[in-house]
């Protein structure tokens, strides 16, 4: 008979070493696309105004926090390398286990990243022990099970999640989710993501000639963001930006 939390931290291990990979390769290609170029940087302003121990996990080469005065953790070498020759602190971690003290940051950042790990209740209580009472939790996760595409797979994800569930999840780690907003693209056919999966396996050159030219022309149309208090839980939202507290206790 197997054992369950073996073939769970079997499955967790291959997860990890795919997502590095990939990022890895990914970023290593890739130019850095500063914070204020993206349509979170209004919000982000707002809550690092009051937030001056910041942490952003998994930022890749789309760090969504200021450089200056933030740490940065990060699975991928070639961002890490990245942000430091940008000046910002950034050391090697996992969301799982992130090499901070407990209780030291105002704001954590953890854009499109719990949904990559296997065991996301690990990911949550990691990002609730490293945040201090009352401090600003930012994060993003794919919504609907039912949405799940090719594009899922290619990129490492575990899960997508049901919004009413993610939001108990949050509330057993010890956060309260006060604004939410649709964040994403927003695909409205899988062919495009089934297209741009199969040109980054099997055209890669070309595939990241037009990833490093025309998303950062892209970044330039973002809809601004449109927050609205608690939950959006609607069925055609394909991804969600919660803004959420760290409860005392």
């Known amino acids: 008979m197997s054992d ?3 073939a769970s931290a079997n499955r967790g291990a291959q997860l990890t070493e795919h997502n590095r990979r990939f990022y890895d390769g990914l970023w290593s290609q ?9 349509n979170t940087w209004p919000l982000v302003q707002q809550l690092a105004a009051q937030a001056p121990r910041r942490l952003e996990i998994a930022p890749g080469m789309r760090p969504r926090l200021p450089l200056a005065d933030t740490v940065f953790v990060d699975l991928s070498q070639p961002a890490i390398a990245a942000l430091r020759a940008q000046g910002a602190q950034a050391t090697l971690g996992l969301v799982t286990a992130i090499p901070c003290a407990d209780a030291c940051f105002d704001f954590v950042c953890a854009f499109d990243i719990v949904e990559h790990v296997e065991d996301d209740r690990q990911a949550l209580r990691e990002l609730a022990r490293v945040a201090a009472p009352g401090a600003a939790l930012l994060l993003s996760v794919p919504l609907h099970p039912t949405h799940w595409n090719a594009f899922d797979e290619f990129v490492g994800h575990r899960r997508r999640y049901v919004p009413a569930e ?7 780690s010890g956060f309260a989710v006060e604004r939410s907003a649709v964040y994403g693209m927003q695909p409205k056919s899988s062919w495009l993501l089934d297209l741009g999966a199969w040109y980054l396996t099997h055209k890669r050159e070309r595939a990241m000639w037009w990833y490093n030219r025309v998303l950062p022309i892209g970044v330039r149309f973002q809809k601004k963001l ?5 939950l959006i839980a609607d069925d055609n939202v394909d991804e ?8 005392a206790g």
């Open 4 to 6: 369950p939390v073996f």
């Open 30 to 38: 890739s130019r850095l696309i500063a914070p204020e170029r993206f």
């Open 166 to 172: 993610f939001a108990a999840l949050l509330r057993e």
């Open 226 to 230: 449109e927050l609205v208090d608690g």
């Open 240 to 247: 969600i930006l919660l803004v959420c507290r760290k409860q």
